[in-house]
């Protein structure tokens, strides 16, 4: 059984730092690659970050860019989404998913496995 189990969500101010985990489990993913996705209230889920398990290799929403950093420990099957500089406008939860897809990466439909998610909420 596949399980994603996020955590590392909470209530900040802006400006401050937030770090997200992602543990996998249930299968191998080196195939793989590791993504955040967020949604805020009324909208849409949208893509924030990738990252392969097989070379690192990473993609960013324009969003994010310079301000969040994903990272990966394959010994712990564990992925990390930094986020530093945060705004109010980040206030969503935040989702850990995997797809075994390289193409349309950017796109929710795109992943096989999601985990509950968590939340996190910056005043301003």
């Known amino acids: 059984q596949v399980q994603l189990v996020e955590s590392g969500g909470g209530l900040v101010q802006a400006g401050d730092s937030l770090r997200l985990s992602c543990t996998a489990s249930?299968?191998?993913?080196?195939?793989?690659?590791m993504g955040w996705f967020r949604q805020a209230p009324g909208k849409e889920r949208e893509f924030v970050v990738r990252i392969r398990w097989s070379d690192g290799s990473t993609d960013y929403a324009d969003s994010v860019k310079g301000r969040f950093r994903i990272s990966r420990d394959n010994a712990q099957n564990t992925v990390y989404l930094q986020m530093n500089s945060l705004r109010p406008e980040d206030t969503a939860l935040y989702y850990c998913a995997a797809t075994k897809f390289s193409a349309a990466w950017w796109q929710s439909r795109m992943y096989d496995y999601w985990g509950q998610g968590t939340q996190v909420t910056v005043s301003s």
């Open positions: 249930g299968r191998t993913f080196s195939s793989y690659a």
